[in-house]
């Protein structure tokens, strides 16, 4: 079974694209192009935002929607605590 992702866009205007897809860059490269859904053509796409893991579709589809639900400001508070945490760096003594 293909491992699914949700991910989060952010577009020049400053929104946030949602949707799912197995492939995150691929899907991306294709939202730049405007190749992808008809909101990004119009909002073009300057980053991905964040990215999440799932087993399959349907669990990727639900949480798809569950994200909708969400404000702007609140998807990006998701994405912020989803981002890797840079390491610390020690310093010589």
């Keep these: 079974m293909k491992t699914w992702y ?3 866009l952010e577009c020049v205007d400053g ?10 860059e691929a899907r991306f490269m294709a ?3 405007g190749k992808g859904a008809r909101y990004t053509r119009s909002h073009p796409p300057l980053k991905v935002l964040a990215k999440f893991e799932y087993p399959d579709r349907s669990s990727a589809s ?3 929607y569950a ?4 404000t ?6 998701v994405a912020r ?3 890797p ?4 760096r020690r310093r010589a003594v």
Excluded: F
């Excluded at 994200?67 to 969400?70: A, R, S």
């Design 6 to 8: 949700l991910y989060l």
């Design 67 to 70: 994200m909708k639900q969400l």
């Design 72 to 77: 702007a400001a609140e998807k990006r508070a």
């Design 15 to 24: 929104s946030i694209y949602t949707g799912i897809t197995v492939d995150v």
């Design 81 to 83: 605590k989803a981002a």
């Design 85 to 88: 945490k840079p390491k610390k």
């Design 31 to 33: 939202h730049v192009a």
């Design 62 to 64: 639900k949480a798809e």
